[in-house]
């Protein structure tokens, strides 16, 4: 089954817009939102909940870098640039915006609806990507966190590693939270007394 997408449309032209409405249609896509003017874009940005966005690089209020910066902190969202427009500047300048795709006019609705689904695709393989690093980032921060907190038990506790790593996996278990949750309750004591006395309380039980 082929998805179906909200998509945002800004372009000054109202033929271009209708024309580009009924390639989104045609595609079985929905046009929630508008626009004939970069400020009525970036207006819309937060209206429509679109999940891709057609633009032209030419609208009004489009040069300026503020303009620019608004937009990349409004927008999560996939962008094709559908402009006449085709210099070194405007390619800079779509990359500046973050586009997937740069679609020159006129162009046939075949090659919308193509660029559509080209642009979605590798906007979920980025998201895939983004995510799968985030997740990387947060296991190398993990890890470092706790890898502190046994050299905390080992220089408290006069521990080789492996006897320190058991020990905070120990403490996991009786108290039923992760091994993160606990190094960080060693690595920050302040945040409470249970945690400033978890590793002299459990010293003494073993």
């Known amino acids: 089954m082929t998805p179906h997408y909200r998509v945002l449309i800004a372009d000054q032209d109202s033929q271009v817009r209708r024309f580009l409405r009924n390639c989104v249609e ?3 896509h929905e046009v929630s939102v508008e626009a004939d003017s970069w400020g009525a874009f970036i207006a819309s940005c937060g209206q429509g909940s679109p999940d891709l966005i057609i633009a032209d690089i030419g609208l009004e209020g489009i040069e300026t ?8 902190q409004a927008i ?4 094709i640039i559908y402009t006449s427009i085709y210099t070194n500047a405007s390619i800079e300048r779509a990359n500046d915006l973050g586009a997937f795709t740069y679609l020159l006019k006129p162009a046939c609705d075949l090659s919308v609806q193509v660029s559509i689904e080209i642009t979605m695709r590798r906007f979920q393989e980025w998201q895939h990507s983004r995510h799968e690093a985030n997740d990387a980032r947060q296991a190398l921060q993990e890890r470092k966190r ?3 907190a046994k050299g905390l038990i080992m220089q408290t506790q006069e521990m080789d590693e492996q006897a320190a790593h058991r020990y905070l996996q120990e403490l996991a278990r009786k108290r039923r939270e992760s091994l993160i949750n606990i190094a960080d309750s060693i ?3 302040e945040q409470g007394p249970e945690s400033r006395s978890l590793i002299a309380a459990t010293s003494a039980g073993r």
């Open 26 to 28: 045609k595609a079985g």
């Open 146 to 148: 706790i890898e502190r």
């Open 76 to 79: 999560a969202t996939p962008l």
């Open 187 to 189: 690595l920050h004591p």
């Open 65 to 72: 870098w503020d303009t620019t910066q608004r937009l990349n």
